[in-house]
């Protein structure tokens, strides 16, 4: 299991640099845009239809990297009181905290690959790619979703044990 949590270290960072370079691509997009809507008279027809494509590619994709630290936005106010009464309803919170992400990112990878597929033929409107191209962060973001749970088992299993490590 260690070497599968450096394996999805590896793939974290890889997944940082691609969340960077996805966003000073639409960064230099934007600034595209402006240069040629307010000092050319002329604006970029592909340009706010790629920002955002790219803005749902990084937000799919930089998901799985919150979840995968555990830094999304939790409020605990009904949780910490569950869990304060009655440790096996804790328990049975922890089982669901993690479950229920697993069974997210299955539907995630599974109804995305049918999504991915059902739009091989479609093209987007001003940039004339694939729309397949454009969903393929779905199914993308359910397996390393998928991942990235399996990586989290162990702290699950302390979770559960009531350790914190």
């Known amino acids: 299991m260690k070497q599968f949590r450096k394996l999805c270290a590896l793939f974290e960072s890889a997944i940082n640099v691609m969340i960077i370079a996805i966003a000073l691509i ?8 402006i240069l040629f809507r307010y000092v050319f008279s002329s604006s970029l027809s592909w340009s706010e239809e790629s920002i955002r494509y790219l803005h749902v590619w990084l937000v799919t ?5 919150c979840f995968y630290r555990g830094t999304f936005s939790v409020i605990t106010l009904i949780s910490d009181k569950i869990e304060a009464k009655s440790k096996l ?27 991915c597929a059902a739009y091989t033929v479609k093209k987007a409107a001003a940039t004339k790619i694939s729309m397949s191209l ?8 359910g397996l390393i979703g998928i991942l990235f749970s399996i990586a989290k088992i162990p702290d699950f299993i302390n979770e ?6």
């Open 26 to 33: 639409m960064m230099v997009i934007g600034i595209l845009q």
């Open 61 to 65: 994709i930089g998901g799985t990297v």
């Open 89 to 115: 309803a804790g328990k049975l919170l922890a089982v669901l905290r993690f479950v229920f992400p697993v069974i997210f990112y299955g539907i995630m990878l599974v109804e995305g690959w049918q999504v």
């Open 134 to 141: 454009v969903y393929a962060c779905i199914p993308l973001t």
């Open 160 to 165: 559960l044990r009531g350790r914190e490590d």
